[in-house]
């Protein structure tokens, strides 16, 4: 329990020494650094999950999802331990401001991964339907791009009509045939029963229109099958087309996709939508826990020591720096002294110099 408690500790930021020595700070401490600890578990695994979906493969999720979530981890700790419990509440609350915004950043980056994995099921069937309308899409467009082939129909049908229309004129004569030979009376017919001339003439009209039908059958079967021929040839080609879409079909179920499917579901039902809601202000209220438990909670005795211990700092600061202002200006005032000393010395030499220079050239002269 020992090791527990010191390690969320480390997690809070606090520093050991003084919350040692403030034994009533101790469980805020606990409690704050294992709220920074478990969210950067949570931003790991929200991470973790989003990789595995971009990229289908383990080693690199996991790998990545540890580094996210010590990232995350190591970013609250710096935010919750470099906040100061000051005497007047606006300063604290102006300082918190820019770490409140981030930590509400974090939030909803951390809480959307986390999303789509509860949302799981729903979105997978958002996707599937999204794959259907890909696919349909797809065969109207492949069908647009090939109009051979609704033109060999087109002409399979016309023969198909013109074998219809002799079987139509066949039969026709087959009933007209039937009436003359029955001695039904009609207005092509005689109306006398028996095999007479007229039934003869329909009867020759008949054998001729079946043997014309029997003909045309033939004839236009051959070119039924070389059209079939050709449409299996074109349909081939638009499935090999539709092949090579199809796996960029079958993999809409990216990071992306599945956002886009999430986007979809909210916007479709309210129950959704509020679900979604109250998930992100859980994550942002986990967030940001740590750091209204420091503007909220009142200023105690570890506060205290601490910043003792930071005025102690600048106190040993100014001292520092005004002994060393001290003897910087000492050792700066000896240089000029002697500095200039030597200078004048050196001055003098050269004017006397200078003298006898110019005493000799005048005796020389005179």
Request: charged letters at 25%.
């Amino acid at each position: 329990m020992n090791q527990l408690t010191r390690f969320f500790w480390f997690c809070s930021g606090a520093n050991f020494s003084i919350l040692k020595r403030t034994p009533t700070e101790s469980n805020k401490y606990f409690g704050i650094g294992a709220t920074v600890f478990f969210t950067g578990v949570l931003a790991a695994l929200a991470a973790g999950y989003a990789l595995h979906t971009v990229f289908q493969s383990l080693l690199p999720a996991v790998l990545f999802g540890m580094l996210w979530g010590l990232m995350i981890f190591n970013l609250d700790r710096f935010i919750v331990s470099s906040m100061r419990k000051k005497e007047r509440a606006w300063a604290e609350w102006k300082l918190a401001i820019p770490r409140l915004v981030l930590a509400v950043l974090l939030a909803l980056v951390i809480s959307k991964p986390l999303e789509l994995k509860m949302f799981e099921r729903e979105i997978n069937r958002k996707l599937d339907e999204k794959k259907t309308e890909f696919i349909a899409q797809s065969k109207a467009n492949l069908a647009k791009g090939f109009p051979e082939i609704q033109e060999l129909e087109s002409r399979i049908e016309a023969l198909k009509a013109e074998v219809s229309e002799a079987e139509a004129f066949r039969d026709q004569l087959q009933k007209e045939y039937d009436a003359e030979r029955f001695g039904e009376k009609t207005s092509g017919t005689s109306g006398i029963v028996g095999l007479g001339t007229n039934a003869k003439k329909k009867e020759q009209q008949l054998d001729a229109a079946q043997l014309a039908l029997n003909t045309l059958r033939s004839r236009n079967q051959v070119r039924i099958d070389t059209l079939e021929a050709q449409i299996r040839e074109f349909m081939a080609l638009r499935q090999a087309e539709f092949e090579k879409q199809q796996p960029g079909i079958e993999g809409f179920d990216g990071l992306a996709a599945r956002m886009d499917g999430l986007s979809a579901l909210t916007s479709e039902s309210s129950a959704m939508a509020l679900a979604n809601i109250f998930i992100m202000l859980l994550f942002i209220a986990i967030e940001t826990a740590p750091i209204f438990v420091k503007l909220i909670s009142p200023r105690g005795p570890y506060d205290e020591l601490l910043e003792l211990h930071e005025e102690k700092v600048k106190l040993f600061k100014g001292e520092k720096w005004v002994i060393a202002k001290g003897e910087s200006d000492a050792r700066v005032g000896y240089f000029q002294d002697t500095h200039f000393y030597a200078t004048d010395l050196k001055k003098e030499k050269t004017n006397r110099k200078n003298r006898a220079e110019t005493d000799r050239e005048l005796a020389n002269w005179d």
